[in-house]
């Protein structure tokens, strides 16, 4: 074999021939991560910002609502036509009152968003809503509630805003 090779353009690059070549070192691998939670951290922002314009309702905590906290939901209802849009909450230390009217609503064309406990089950020392009243936003929601009235019974209507939907259904042990 020879030994000495011929000069050739290969001889004349740098040393470095490129970034893509180079030893990569602690700095440059904490650079790139941190890009990368920078670019996270963004698109969750974004996605947060998104989300909140595009719904209207508010965050309540289960301590803001009276008797306690919510249950997990026993059932989430879809959209259908024929009904402004109603949350039913069972105060009844969950005998389930809250899933059947919900399906019972639907079933007439109400466009029922969720009912679900108003207080835990296995918390007794909570008191139970002792009357079952409607909650609307508005006065001009009275007038939906004398219709929702064949569905649901006559019951005390306030208008109030301690609720986010626009109707509010809160089951007491007066409910059958």
Known sequence: MAEKFPTDAFDSVSRKAGRH???RTFADGAFDFGKLVLAASALTVAGYFAVSAFNSTSIITGSDLPG??????VFTG????GGVGITVLDGTLGKGFASALGHKLLDAGW???????????????S?????TTVYVQTEALKSKVESLTKDIGVWPVEVSTLYSDPITVVLGTDFK
């Open 21 to 23: 070549r180079t030893r």
């Open 68 to 73: 306690g906290s919510t249950n997990t939901a």
């Open 78 to 81: 879809g959209t259908r036509a």
């Open 111 to 125: 466009n029922v968003f969720s009912a679900s406990d108003l207080v835990l089950a296995s918390d007794h020392t």
């Open 127 to 131: 008191d139970q809503i002792t009357s």
